[in-house]
T-cell receptor
Framework: AQSVSQHNHHVILSEAASLELGCNYSYGGTVNLFWYVQYPGQHLQLLLKYFSGDPLVKGIKGFEAEFIKSKFSFNLRKPSVQWSDTAEYFCAVTIKAAGNKLTFGGGTRVLVKP | GAVVSQHPSRVICKSGTSVKIECRSLDFQATTMFWYRQFPKQSLMLMATSNEGSKATYEQGVEKDKFLINHASLTLSTLTVTSAHPEDSSFYIC??????????????FGPGTRLTVL
């Protein structure tokens, strides 16, 4: 079965700092990749997704992610964070052959200090 | 984007009672919906796949007789936690991908239901 791992459980940084969250998955076949964000007290929202094409994906709120197939990675980046980016971030994967079942990583809790 | 609602948002019940949680896709049809469980400070764990017109598919380790799922229509799935116990207290989240005919390849999440069993 596929699995998704996120390297950092907690990240604390100051406003204007750059953010990079690691995500690796274990599956050798075709995958769809997602990053979701969960702001405090709110439901999951899609930040960005990769299905095919350009491996550098741009999402909402200035986030981007790069799919590196050889490394089975899909790291999330933002050049300059804001206090409002404080949230929990989840990487997730679906396997095309298995329908739309999402497998989530453990999540990374990001705290941006003003 | 598409909207998925859940009802209730919070429920507190006594041990031994049953609780029903509804998940609705408001502006699209979903032949499949997913139910997740999220423990505090942990990730989402898929519990089951709800299929309109057929039986739900449960993930390994999830008791189908305890977590009853009914996908009554193309816009409604319900999760009933039967004979609830305190260890069932959790945050239950549903999601729905629009059906292929609606061009769906992405899932939309409900706001979640926080269940507390006393």
């Amino acid at each position: 079965a596929q699995s998704v791992s996120q390297h950092n459980h907690h990240v604390i940084l100051s406003e204007a700092a750059s953010l990079e969250l690691g995500c690796n998955y274990s599956y050798g076949g075709t995958v769809n990749l997602f990053w979701y964000v969960q702001y405090p007290g709110q439901h999951l929202q899609l930040l960005l997704k990769y299905f095919s094409g350009d491996p550098l994906v741009k999402g909402i709120k200035g986030f981007e992610a790069e799919f590196i197939k050889s490394k089975f990675s899909f790291n999330l980046r933002k050049p300059s964070v804001q206090w409002s980016d404080t949230a929990e971030y989840f990487c997730a994967v679906t396997i095309k052959a298995a329908g739309n079942k999402l497998t989530f990583g453990g999540g990374t809790r990001v705290l941006v200090k003003p | 984007g598409a909207v998925v609602s859940q009802h209730p948002s919070r429920v507190i019940c006594k041990s031994g009672t049953s609780v029903k949680i509804e998940c609705r896709s408001l502006d699209f049809q979903a032949t499949t919906m997913f139910w997740y469980r999220q423990f505090p400070k942990q990730s989402l764990m898929l519990m089951a796949t709800s299929n309109e017109g057929s039986k739900a598919t449960y993930e390994q380790g999830v008791e189908k007789d305890k977590f009853l799922i009914n996908h009554a229509s193309l816009t409604l799935s319900t999760l009933t936690v039967t004979s609830a116990h305190p260890e069932d207290s959790s945050f239950y989240i549903c999601s729905a991908p629009p059906s292929p005919a609606s061009g769906g390849d992405e899932q939309f999440f409900g706001p979640g239901t926080r269940l507390t069993v006393l």
